[in-house]
């Protein structure tokens, strides 16, 4: 069966790539391993060298790129290419900072030399989805390769032309063949692939339910994995928030890439001495964002990845109107080509509704009312996920209090919306996932931490 890769916004069928048989997963997984056995002996100043020569190529076919982005899975043009951007800085980021990461660190002993060293660990399989189909690969392979591993990626299944234009970006920047392979498979693979004695570790980016197939099969096999999984970001906005501000940071933070973000804004936690205007204000700013073709520069958003998403997240919306929700903008199906659906707004949420307690993986914010901080902070962890959350206050030592010390998630924001940087860990708790990617400590999730002791 072909993989097909199809324009949401036309229901155009781009292209058809032939899924790879098993012989085929064979020998990129034994060429993958082979070239581990000479890569992880390349020297760190070579390694960056190449990781600069990588963020050379992405800049200079961001627009290639973009294109490739957009019509596979319908993200904004500009989007696009911010998301190019991103991936070269990632790049930049550890060709300058990975040999230091991983120098060696000494320890005082007994012995008469003591110290912690940083070893590869071989083929990293990395299991991506099509939200963000560079940026989450190149946030895992920058360091996977910079620390001496090699790389094979099953992407998602609607994006294989830019899992296989990744694959060629690494070897127009000089890296020794099979160093990085695509395997154009679907998931029913997954499991067989995982156990591969050939595989030393997995990462996965996706779903909790995915990331949870994916913890069993490498626990049986006894294999490291990284897991970055669903989100229902929390933000929540003090009386004493810059009203206007709130506002604009909330919204960039639930239209960010059609609302097809982990760490998307997606319920808003309103204290009550500030609710009525803020949903004003918030929902006017809503309402004034714009749908259409992804290539057209003055729209906001351009249509969901796929068809079956936005009917998934319509059910989600009609099920919590039907238990009390309340729709203020948006909440509809478009009569028009493409798998579009409105910035959204529902305002009366309460436990019970789908709106309250699962991701909405598109445009739709979740809007709660809260009496005080207390209660805020009660409703912001009241989720089985844990991956961001912000809060608006003009208070910084209160916000700070409760981003550090209250709030259950891998990271929080104060006065601002959530997203990632190659300088800050990233990665969650609870269902939203475990193991950390950029920093120094996403680099070191995939290396084998070695003590040395010397008489």
Same mark, same amino acid.
């Given at each position: 069966?072909?993989?097909?890769?199809?324009?949401?916004?036309?229901?155009?069928?781009?292209?058809?790539?032939?899924?790879?048989?098993?012989?085929?997963?064979?020998?990129?997984?034994?060429?993958?391993?082979?070239?581990?056995?000479?890569?992880? !002996?390349?020297?760190?100043?070579?390694?960056?060298? %190449?990781?600069?020569?990588?963020?050379?190529?992405?800049?200079?076919?961001?627009?290639?790129?973009?294109?490739?982005?957009?019509?596979?899975?319908?993200?904004?043009?500009?989007?696009? =290419?911010?998301?190019?951007? !991103?991936?070269?800085?990632?790049?930049?980021?550890?060709?300058?900072?990975? +040999?230091?990461?991983? !120098?060696?660190?000494?320890?005082?002993?007994?012995?008469?030399?003591?110290?912690?060293?940083?070893?590869?660990?071989?083929?990293?399989?990395?299991?991506?989805?099509?939200?963000?189909?560079?940026?989450? &690969?190149?946030?895992?392979?920058?360091?996977?390769?910079?620390?001496?591993?090699?790389?094979? %990626?099953?992407?998602?299944?609607?994006?294989?032309?830019?899992?296989?234009?990744?694959?060629?970006?690494?070897?127009?920047?000089?890296?020794?063949?099979?160093?990085?392979?695509?395997?154009?498979?679907?998931?029913?693979?997954?499991?067989?692939?995982?156990?591969?004695? =050939?595989?030393?570790?997995v990462t996965l980016t996706g779903s909790t339910p995915a990331g949870k197939a994916v913890a069993a099969t490498a626990g049986k096999q006894l294999k490291k994995c990284v897991l970055e999984l669903g989100g229902s970001d929390p933000y929540i906005i003090m009386e004493?928030?810059?009203?206007?501000?709130?506002?604009?940071?909330?919204?960039?933070?639930?239209? %960010?890439?059609?609302?097809?973000?982990?760490?998307?804004?997606?319920?808003?936690? &309103?204290?009550?001495?500030?609710?009525?205007?803020?949903?004003?204000?918030?929902?006017?700013?809503?309402?004034?964002?714009?749908?259409?073709?992804?290539?057209?520069?003055?729209?906001?958003?351009?249509?969901?990845?796929?068809?079956?998403?936005?009917?998934? %997240?319509? =059910?989600? &919306?009609?099920?919590?109107?039907?238990?009390?929700?309340?729709?203020?903008?948006?909440?509809?199906?478009?009569?028009?080509? $493409?798998?579009?659906?409105?910035?959204?707004?529902?305002?009366?949420?309460?436990?019970?509704?789908?709106?309250?307690?699962?991701?909405?993986?598109?445009?739709?914010?979740?809007?709660?009312?809260?009496?005080?901080?207390?209660?805020?902070?009660?409703?912001?962890?009241?989720?089985?996920?844990?991956?961001?959350?912000?809060?608006?206050?003009?208070?910084? +030592?209160?916000?700070?209090?409760?981003?550090?010390?209250?709030?259950?998630?891998?990271?929080?924001? &104060?006065?601002?919306?959530?997203?990632?940087?190659?300088?800050?860990?990233?990665?969650?708790?609870?269902?939203? $996932?475990?193991?950390?990617?950029?920093?120094?400590?996403?680099?070191?999730?995939?290396?084998?931490? !070695?003590?040395?002791?010397?008489?």
């Amino acid at each position: 069966m072909n993989l097909k890769s199809i324009n949401p916004a036309t229901n155009e069928i781009i292209r058809e790539y032939e899924e790879f048989h098993w012989d085929d997963v064979d020998e990129a997984v034994e060429a993958n391993y082979t070239a581990f056995k000479s890569w992880r !002996k390349v020297p760190f100043s070579k390694r960056s060298d %190449l990781l600069l020569k990588a963020t050379q190529v992405l800049r200079d076919k961001t627009e290639g790129l973009a294109f490739n982005i957009t019509v596979e899975m319908g993200k904004n043009i500009k989007e696009a =290419r911010a998301e190019i951007e !991103k991936c070269a800085w990632v790049c930049e980021y550890y060709a300058q900072n990975g +040999e230091a990461f991983l !120098k060696r660190e000494m320890i005082e002993t007994d012995a008469s030399e003591c110290f912690t060293s940083f070893q590869p660990l071989g083929p990293v399989l990395a299991i991506m989805p099509w939200n963000f189909p560079f940026w989450q &690969v190149f946030r895992f392979a920058a360091p996977a390769l910079m620390a001496g591993n090699t790389c094979l %990626l099953k992407h998602a299944s609607n994006v294989p032309g830019c899992a296989l234009a990744i694959e060629e970006i690494f070897k127009e920047a000089g890296y020794p063949d099979h160093v990085f392979r695509s395997l154009l498979v679907r998931n029913d693979k997954m499991e067989r692939i995982i156990a591969d004695k =050939r595989i030393k570790a997995v990462t996965l980016t996706g779903s909790t339910p995915a990331g949870k197939a994916v913890a069993a099969t490498a626990g049986k096999q006894l294999k490291k994995c990284v897991l970055e999984l669903g989100g229902s970001d929390p933000y929540i906005i003090m009386e004493d928030a810059d009203l206007s501000k709130a506002a604009d940071a909330c919204v960039a933070g639930r239209i %960010l890439n059609a609302g097809q973000s982990c760490i998307g804004a997606k319920r808003f936690i &309103v204290t009550e001495a500030i609710y009525n205007p803020f949903i004003e204000a918030f929902t006017d700013r809503m309402r004034a964002v714009t749908l259409g073709d992804p290539f057209d520069e003055k729209k906001n958003m351009g249509p969901l990845a796929r068809h079956n998403l936005r009917d998934d %997240l319509h =059910r989600q &919306v009609e099920n919590s109107v039907a238990k009390g929700a309340k729709i203020l903008t948006g909440g509809y199906v478009p009569q028009r080509d $493409g798998a579009y659906y409105p910035a959204t707004v529902l305002a009366d949420v309460v436990p019970g509704m789908p709106a309250y307690h699962e991701e909405l993986f598109g445009p739709v914010a979740s809007v709660l009312k809260a009496k005080d901080e207390e209660e805020a902070i009660h409703l912001a962890n009241d989720s089985v996920f844990g991956l961001g959350a912000a809060i608006f206050t003009q208070d910084l +030592e209160r916000g700070k209090r409760i981003a550090e010390y209250e709030i259950e998630a891998g990271c929080c924001f &104060v006065n601002d919306f959530v997203r990632s940087d190659p300088r800050i860990p990233f990665g969650g708790i609870k269902e939203s $996932g475990f193991g950390r990617e950029l920093s120094h400590y996403g680099i070191k999730e995939f290396v084998n931490i !070695k003590g040395v002791w010397v008489k």
